[in-house]
């Protein structure tokens, strides 16, 4: 069952789905995630009882603009479709498929008083240091995220990029003995090496202790591989 709401269950993964988001302003062409999933049969319900003041036509319209503006990013990126696609390759004209609305810049803009808002100093004042508290959690948050996990796996991928050739003699596999994030590392350590490219395979245990293999990713390509791996 691909969507359930009786039974929770809202599973995209199973072969031959290909659902996608229709409301009353607009038929999208992202595949459905989970999310997207439970936003489509949840979700008018939601904003209804976030906006209790509405009419059926704003809520429906809101209903619409939460998903093209937040939700649909989520149904993209978790069903490996990329931000924007190529359709024209004589001219590199790019087509966009849906939009991600959640930077810090965009958090942060968010807070600024709106054009039906109060406009005075005390306000600003009162935004401002609520945009102040978000910024710095957010930059601590990432500078011990840097320290502490972040700089442990770039020294784990770095044994592991420099012991490649005792995997295989061609060099274009690595092997961590600890799974830890490693693509943004082997693309930057590759470049320092001198050996951008060259990689083509990671091999890792997963958490039940069973070896993986995974294909190295185009870096700046969310979803296209230097070498897939081929099915059979």
């Known amino acids: 069952v691909h969507g359930d709401p009786s039974r929770s269950r809202f599973d995209h993964h199973q072969a031959g789905f290909s659902h996608t988001m229709s409301t009353s302003e607009a038929n999208y062409k992202t595949k459905l995630s989970s999310a ?28 619409d603009r939460v998903y093209k503006g937040f939700v649909e990013h989520i149904d993209g990126i978790d069903n490996g479709v990329e931000e ?13 498929n849906y939009r991600v609305s959640t930077s810090l810049s965009q958090r942060v803009g968010r807070l600024n ?18 945009a102040m508290a978000l910024t710095q959690s957010e930059f601590v948050d990432i500078v011990t995220d840097y320290a502490h996990h972040w700089l442990p796996a770039r020294g ?33 350590l590759e470049r320092v090496f001198g050996i951008q490219g060259h990689v083509l395979y ?4 997963d958490s039940a202790g069973t070896w993986r293999v995974q294909a190295v990713g185009v870096e700046g390509q969310r979803f296209a591989s230097r070498r897939a791996l081929p099915f059979n």
Do not use: M
């Open 113 to 130: 008083p709106s054009w039906n808002e109060p406009q005075t100093r005390e306000k600003e004042a009162q935004q401002f240091a609520k």
């Open 202 to 205: 990671t091999l890792y245990p």
């Open 84 to 96: 924007t696609s190529l359709v024209n390759p004589d001219v590199g004209e790019l087509v966009r």
């Open 36 to 63: 997207g999933l439970v936003y489509k049969h949840f979700g008018l319900a939601v904003v209804r009882a976030l906006l209790p003041g509405a009419s059926e036509e704003d809520a429906a319209v809101v209903y």
């Open 156 to 188: 784990l991928v770095q044994e592991a990029l420099q012991a490649r050739e005792r995997i295989h003699p061609s060099g274009c596999i690595i092997r961590l003995d600890t799974p830890c994030p490693w693509t943004e590392h082997l693309y930057e």
